[in-house]
């Protein structure tokens, strides 16, 4: 099963080819990483990623994105290109935690215990979410959620690994990890709960709220 991995919740956004090696496990076939700024060309590094994986987009089987939290832009941006992909050829989709994709990265990195992974969600608040790493493989402890920066900051004191995209300035002693496409496509190989498109969501867990607008004033004519 050949996969496209595109994973931009963060401000280092990726895509990656990924594909199982002749024993079943999952082999990055080829990664397009771009650091800084606002991604503007997710169809440029898309492009990029296959030239150097010497495949077709055609030749792609399952496109997976990473759903955040984070980057409310670029998880937007990648979710309309897998939705209109999907339209146009039919391609399977998968949505996986970006939080997720941290705590394998974690785990690679061999990491081991409590660990919380940590995503600003900006209003003075965090994503948490908490996980236990060991030789045997990563549990989930407490679903994602929002915390504050003195919660997080109890937790790293009591002993647990703070990890996620820039917590380093927040929380000295935390470990900066972002999500990366090469593992994202990893964590969707061997799965096969694939969704249409229109059930592919950013991960935000504040409730969205709308302001109604005024009714517009009405001025009198002026009389002539």
């Known amino acids: 099963m050949r996969i496209l991995a595109l994973e931009f919740s963060s401000a280092q956004r990726s895509v990656a080819v990924v594909q199982p090696k002749a024993e ?79 705590a394998a990265e974690a785990e690679a990195e061999g990491m081991i215990g409590r660990v919380a992974i940590v995503i600003d969600a900006q209003r003075d608040e965090y994503y948490l979410g908490s996980y236990e790493l060991s030789p045997t493989g990563r549990r989930e402890l407490e679903e994602l959620r929002l915390a504050s920066l003195t919660e997080i900051a109890a937790l790293q004191k009591s002993g647990t690994q703070v990890v996620g995209p820039d917590v380093t300035t927040c929380f000295p002693g935390s470990r900066q990890l972002v999500p990366r496409a090469g593992r994202l496509g990893c964590l969707a190989l061997g799965r096969d709960d694939f969704v249409p498109g229109e059930r592919l969501e950013p991960i935000y867990l504040r409730q969205t709220t709308f302001v109604k607008a005024p009714p517009p004033k009405i001025f009198p004519q002026e009389s002539r």
């Not at 994105?65 to 832009?73: A, E, N």
């Open 24 to 102: 079943g496990l999952p082999r990055v076939v080829a990664e397009v990483v771009e650091t800084g700024g606002i991604g503007t060309k997710p169809l440029a590094m898309l492009d990029a990623a296959l030239g150097e994986a010497k495949l077709e987009r055609e030749q792609i089987e399952v496109l997976v994105v990473g759903l955040g939290p984070g980057s409310y832009t670029g998880i937007r941006t990648t979710i309309a290109l897998a939705q209109g992909w999907q339209l146009a050829a039919g391609i399977k989709l998968l949505g996986i935690s970006s939080a997720e994709c941290i």
